[in-house]
């Protein structure tokens, strides 16, 4: 059974920094890209972040271009989202997913995290 789990979110004031951790299990990590979303309330999941079953290519939402990266460590199952200089509008719930390929797509991943809240304050 897949199971992706997230931690790391939280309250922090506007240009601080949050990282998120999303752990999974039941399957070969490396065999699957990775993928970050996140959802406001009353708006749709966007497309934040996704990262290649190497690791080796990044892709990323324009609006997170600079202040947020990817990462993921295969030796510990584990995908990360370091999150820089953030922003009021990135408070949402944060969601990873993985898929057979990095794609900015929600139906192009297979298995979902519960999420994680993160909350930027102004």
């Known amino acids: 059974q897949v199971q992706l789990v997230e931690s790391g979110g939280g309250l922090v004031q506007a240009g601080g920094s949050l990282r998120l951790s999303c752990a999974a299990s039941?399957?070969?990590?490396?065999?699957?890209?990775m993928g970050w979303f996140r959802q406001a309330p009353g708006k749709e999941r966007e497309f934040v972040a996704a990262?290649?079953?190497?690791?080796?290519?990044?892709y990323y939402t324009d609006s997170v271009k600079g202040r947020f990266t990817i990462s993921r460590d295969n030796a510990k199952n584990t995908v990360y989202l370091q999150m820089n200089s953030l922003k009021p509008e990135d408070t949402a719930v944060y969601y990873c997913?993985?898929?057979?390929?990095?794609?900015?797509?929600?139906?192009?991943?297979?298995?979902w995290g519960q999420g994680t809240q993160v909350t930027v304050s102004s």
């Open positions: 039941g399957r070969t990590f490396s065999s699957y890209a």
């Open positions: 997913a993985d898929g057979l390929y990095m794609s900015s797509t929600v139906d192009e991943y297979n298995y």
């Open positions: 990262i290649s079953w190497t690791g080796g290519n990044t």
